[in-house]
């Protein structure tokens, strides 16, 4: 039996060699093989190998050569240490020990080994040098390597600790990337409504000599209306914001779809009315669907809101939200007679950028976030989301999600969700 070598490149479990790739095994900067050759020259030794606890290869090192070796299950080759750290011709195991590997290919005359183990004698892997000559290593030889060895553990322990700290900082960043997310879903859903807010307080303000009492009365309505829907919807996306802790997670619940269009229309028909246009609700009553419910709020209320954004304000435009069912999936629809867009302009509209968008038909202004995260959310929900427009003549948005679901069906999903979490954490 033979060691059957293989290149870098064949080694197809890396992604189990932890330790093995934080010292750049598979990079031109490979620590392992510096650490081999070097230790190999002091022993006067012509092969090395190394390999890690729970790591699949061996790494071996001769002349101009380093391989990787598959190391078999059965591989136990640290019992033989016994107590001891070092493995040498001394060693009252070491006819067993050499014997061991020549069973697993690895042919040698002369052999020393070393347990790599941590201050609190935990193993973390193997080194051993041996070649075919008959002259022992000396004691200083021994000694030489053995510090070297040793000086590698603290090493290897900084690098985990460092990789460990790296990792938990990337898993921070994107936490704190997604917090922002929130923050800027809550923005872009309020600044519809406060313009209408803005507007009519405005009017009040300035002109409430010019109003007669009827006149003061509707706008007081507007005014109080828009502000109890605004605060439900405010009151809503925190406690979403909140309960997520800054990860977008949907939880799909069976609901009727005229629920969210309700809380859409009843924050942003001040707009509308202020901008002269029509907003229509024809979803019907009993249309359900299966997404997360504060989700698919913020869609609705983005896209209506862009809708009405780019909308004519000379009495004649209108944004009308309906919806149908089409076998197991709900097609929501969002049509204006607005200003359109250019198939250029199509192509960008969901890419990731955050950049001042297309002015609206008052000057309103956006970030060009608002449908990005609305495609997100979608995607989220086993949705999809389409667009078509003609420059000119307006635009519709389709959103596509599953139909409201059984009873059985969805406590089933609810099962697998649970049990993909409870997966997930036990990876993590």
């Known amino acids: 039996m033979a060691l059957t070598f293989l290149e870098i490149g064949q080694a197809d479990q890396l992604s189990a ?11 031109a900067d490979n620590e392992i093989e510096g650490f081999l050759n070097l230790a190999r020259h002091m022993l006067g030794a012509e092969k090395a ?8 290869y061996f790494w071996h090192v001769a002349p101009k050569k380093f391989h990787a070796v598959q190391v078999q299950p059965e591989t136990r080759l640290c019992q033989h240490f016994a107590t001891q ?14 014997q061991h590997l020549q069973d697993m290919g690895i042919e040698h005359q002369r052999v020393l080994a070393f347990d790599l183990q941590k201050a609190d004698r935990e193993s973390i892997g193997l080194v051993m040098f041996f070649d075919d000559q008959n002259t022992p290593f000396t004691a200083e030889q021994k000694q030489l390597v053995s510090d070297f060895s040793a000086r590698l553990i603290p090493y290897l322990e900084l690098k985990f600790d460092y990789a460990d700290l790296k990792e938990h900082y990337e898993q921070q960043c994107a936490l704190n990337y997604s917090k922002t997310k929130f923050f800027q879903v809550i923005a872009h859903d309020l600044r519809a409504p406060f313009h209408g807010l803005l507007g009519f307080s405005e009017v009040l ?20 209306d828009t502000a109890q829907s605004t605060y439900g919807l ?18 799909p619940i069976n609901f009727q779809l005229k629920q969210v269009s309700k809380i859409v229309y009843d924050v942003l028909n001040t707009l509308a009315v202020k ?3 029509q907003l229509i609700d024809h979803i019907p009553e009993h249309l359900k669907v299966f997404a997360d419910m504060n989700m698919i709020t913020s ?34 629809t969002i049509q204006d007679t607005g200003l359109g867009m250019t198939e250029a302009q199509i192509e960008q509209l969901f890419q990731r950028r955050i950049a001042v968008s297309f002015k609206g038909t008052a ?28 420059e000119g003549e307006g635009t519709q948005f389709t959103v596509v999600l599953p139909a409201a679901q059984d009873a059985y069906v969805t406590l089933v999903n609810e099962i697998n969700q649970q049990n993909q979490t409870d997966h997930s954490a036990k990876l993590a």
């Open 275 to 277: 901008k002269n246009i």
């Open 49 to 56: 190998l190394l390999c890690f606890r729970n790591e699949p």
């Open 363 to 390: 000057g309103e202004k956006g970030t060009g976030l608002g449908l990005v995260l609305c495609k997100r959310f979608v995607e989220l929900n086993q949705g999809e989301i389409q667009v078509t427009s003609k």
């Open 17 to 27: 060699c932890k330790l093995s790739l934080l010292l750049g095994v598979f990079t």
């Open 234 to 251: 405010l009151e809503s996306l925190l406690n979403w914001a909140i309960s997520e802790g800054g990860r977008f997670v949907p939880h």
């Open 299 to 332: 869609v609705l209320q983005n896209l209506v809101s862009n809708a009405l954004k780019f909308t004519h304000m000379d009495g004649s435009g209108k944004v009308v939200v309906s919806a149908r069912q089409v076998d197991n999936h709900v097609e929501i």
């Open 205 to 224: 303000a300035q002109e409430r000599d010019t109003l007669d009492e009827p006149a003061i009365q509707n706008i007081a309505d507007y005014l109080y």
């Open 85 to 98: 750290i070092m493995m040498d011709d001394a060693h009252p195991n070491y006819l067993a020990f050499s």
